[in-house]
């Protein structure tokens, strides 16, 4: 007689299989599958959830906007001399109104300076302690779920197995 090891929660134990050809056919087949999954990565997730120790931010957030000002002072002026070339050319090359080339060079330096600030801004904060720490809070979310699923699909197996002794047993339970 042959037994099924199941390793759950760090205890194992052995479950007996019947000797029918049948079931031993179909519980082999089930366990070749109930050991991959016991095999697969060790999920960690306790240890994902606790806060990061010694990570101290000694800036203020006047001095973190001010800094993140300053690093974007040089794109700011290379998008107001786009915009300023961007309004010659359509007033002079194009033959446009001139009001209508300043508003569109004004919309151009814009909608470039606001793009430059917003995606500097979500590095500054994704950087930041604050992010890193949202970041391991997804992070550990999604390994919560990854183990709960497959803590379901093994449940899942298991029952399936031991409908399919009872079945072809032929006894009534």
Same mark, same amino acid.
């Given at each position: 007689m042959s037994n099924l090891k199941i390793v759950e929660r760090g205890q194992t134990r052995y479950v007996p299989l019947n000797d029918s050809p049948a079931v031993r056919q179909m519980s082999q087949q089930e366990?070749?599958?109930l050991q991959q999954y016991a095999a697969g990565p060790v999920i960690m997730v306790e240890q994902a959830l606790?806060?990061?120790?010694?990570?101290?931010?000694?800036?203020s957030g006047i001095d973190? %906007?001010? @800094?993140?000002?300053?690093?974007?002072?040089p794109l700011a002026g290379l998008w107001l001399i786009l915009g300023a070339v961007c309004a010659v050319v359509l007033c002079f090359l194009v033959e446009v109104d001139a009001t209508f080339s300043a508003v569109a060079g004004?919309?151009?330096?814009?909608?470039?300076?606001?793009? %430059?600030? @917003?995606?500097?801004?979500e590095r500054e904060r994704y950087d930041s302690r604050n992010g890193v720490e949202h970041h391991r809070i997804d992070v550990a979310e999604s390994l919560t779920l990854r183990k709960l699923d497959h803590e379901q699909e093994l449940k899942r197996l298991a029952l399936e197995a031991t409908l399919k002794q009872l079945e072809a047993r032929g006894d009534d339970y």
């Open positions: 366990s070749n599958i606790q806060a990061q120790e010694g990570a101290d931010e000694r800036t973190r %906007s001010r @800094a993140l000002l300053l690093r974007l002072a004004l919309v151009l330096f814009v909608f470039l300076s606001y793009n %430059s600030y @917003a995606g500097a801004d």
